[in-house]
């Protein structure tokens, strides 16, 4: 699924310099590279297990889960938690400079010249506020740059799972900035024509228009913007595509090709997604999960992947978002009011109508996203565990399943507390995962079904 990928590279993240605030969504799992990556640590590795380990397993879910998880190394684990956790502290960072970035605007003098420039400079409200939208983007971006060069490639090259390096990865950030920028332009265009039509109401009308252009992005996303990053090809014939293209086609999802594409110019992860809205659908795998997957890796995940499908996961996503970012506004619309009443004056601005509050809105919107973090991420961890579950009775691969689930390690912690995995995990951890297609096979073994 890609509709948070896509929230992360154009409204959010512009909106709010945040782009952590939402989590990934669409990463199945991910896997190792062999010998990997320009970083030169040591590759992330598993030892294969042969058909007797496999014969050997306990049928006992519990136990069957617990053969798994000794089969990770403990350096695997130490080092997938250090990936992890450090994480946790990054979604603070990114807020606090967001958050940063928006005092520096509202107190210094530059945003609101730009106001008053745009707003000279052109006659339509709507295109002065798009100009300052853009800029507002553009100031973001640049300030935080060290963040996002730490975030995106010092750290994921110190874990050995970038496979870029600089220029084509700054290259890629430029693209991405573009994307932004235009995005940004109509967003705030629209939203601050919204805001002053509808007055006090304006969480709701804000609200629809932020809902209008992720439906708007979602259908266009897939089309004209994933293919700036990466080529995408009809996946060869043979035994995969057909088992794909039947699971996809059995279960009504519009599809008559199954696509790859090159994220190994990227990363070392594995991921698939089938995406599209209204009627259209596109399935699509990455060559990391083809090249580094066994055939009952690859079903079940895409399985997984045309479950979200099949169970109209992106639309009740939208509306489950809806909520809260109607929420948010509410939330924004009072706070705005309050702090607006004590420092207008001092920041020059003369109410929520005005595109120069914008720093202001991302700042307060965002310090709502990261509170409602647990929330958003419970929505999509729901999904997730409903999807695997789908997935294991489409594929019928529970042990294809585990084996994927350990690859996933790599970048998500194994074996979190509970708490923890309610707080910070946006899928369920891998033991949690484990489980439940253990227990999917130890019921459906023990319950006379036909066996996979
Ligand atoms: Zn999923």
């Known amino acids: 699924m890609n509709l948070v990928p896509f929230l992360r590279r154009g409204l959010f993240a512009a909106l709010l310099c945040a782009s952590t605030a939402l989590p990934a969504w669409s990463q199945t799992a991910a896997a190792p590279a062999p010998a990997t990556a320009a970083s030169g640590q040591p590759a992330f590795q598993i030892r294969p297990v042969d058909e007797a380990w496999r014969a050997a397993l306990p049928r006992e879910a519990q136990a069957a889960t617990q053969a798994w998880m000794d089969r990770l190394p403990a350096d695997v684990v130490a080092r997938s938690n250090s990936y992890f956790e450090g994480g946790y502290w990054l979604q603070l960072w990114n807020l606090l400079l967001g958050l940063a970035i928006s005092g520096l605007l509202l107190w210094g003098r530059p945003s609101t010249a730009v106001r008053d420039w745009a707003q000279r400079r052109f006659k339509h409200m709507a295109l002065s506020d798009a100009v300052y939208g853009a800029f507002f983007a553009l100031v973001g971006w640049a300030l935080a740059l060290p963040l996002t060069i730490y975030q995106g490639f010092v750290r994921e090259h110190a874990y050995g799972m970038a496979t870029q390096h600089f220029g084509a990865w700054f290259g890629e950030q430029l693209t991405q900035l573009a994307v932004s920028l235009g995005v940004t332009a109509v967003l705030v265009a629209l939203l601050y024509a919204a805001i002053r039509r509808a007055g006090e109401r304006w969480w709701l009308w804000g609200t629809a228009v932020v809902m209008g252009l992720m439906c708007v992005g979602l259908t266009l996303g897939p089309l004209y913007i ?227």
Not at 247 to 275: K, L
């Open 226 to 452: 994933d293919p700036l990053f990466n080529t995408y090809k009809p996946v060869e014939e043979g035994p995969i595509k057909r088992a794909v293209l039947a699971m996809a086609q059995a279960n009504g999802v519009p599809a008559d090709n199954v696509y790859v594409f090159d994220a190994s110019r990227q990363t070392t992860r594995v991921s698939a997604n089938v995406s599209g809205l209204f009627g259209s659908a596109a399935v699509r795998l990455n060559d990391n999960l083809l090249r580094r997957s066994s055939e009952p890796e690859i079903r079940t995940v895409m399985a997984h992947e045309i479950g979200h499908y099949a169970l109209n996961h992106i639309p009740k996503m939208l509306l489950q978002l809806g909520v809260l970012i109607a929420a948010g506004f509410m939330f924004s619309a009072w706070a705005m009011r309050r702090l607006l009443a004590r420092f207008g004056t001092r920041w020059r601005v003369t109410g929520v109508g005005d595109v120069g509050t914008l720093p202001l809105l991302a700042a307060v919107f965002s310090a709502y996203l990261f509170v409602v973090t647990p929330v958003t991420n419970t929505l999509i961890r729901t999904q997730e565990v409903e999807a695997d579950l789908w997935g294991l009775n489409l594929a019928r691969e529970p042990m294809g399943e585990a084996e994927v689930l350990l690859k996933l390690v790599e970048y998500r912690k194994a074996d979190p507390g509970p708490i923890e995995e309610f707080l910070f995990f946006d899928h369920p951890s891998t033991r949690t995962r484990i489980f439940n297609a253990m227990r999917w096979r130890e019921q459906m073994l023990s319950g006379g079904a036909a066996a996979p």
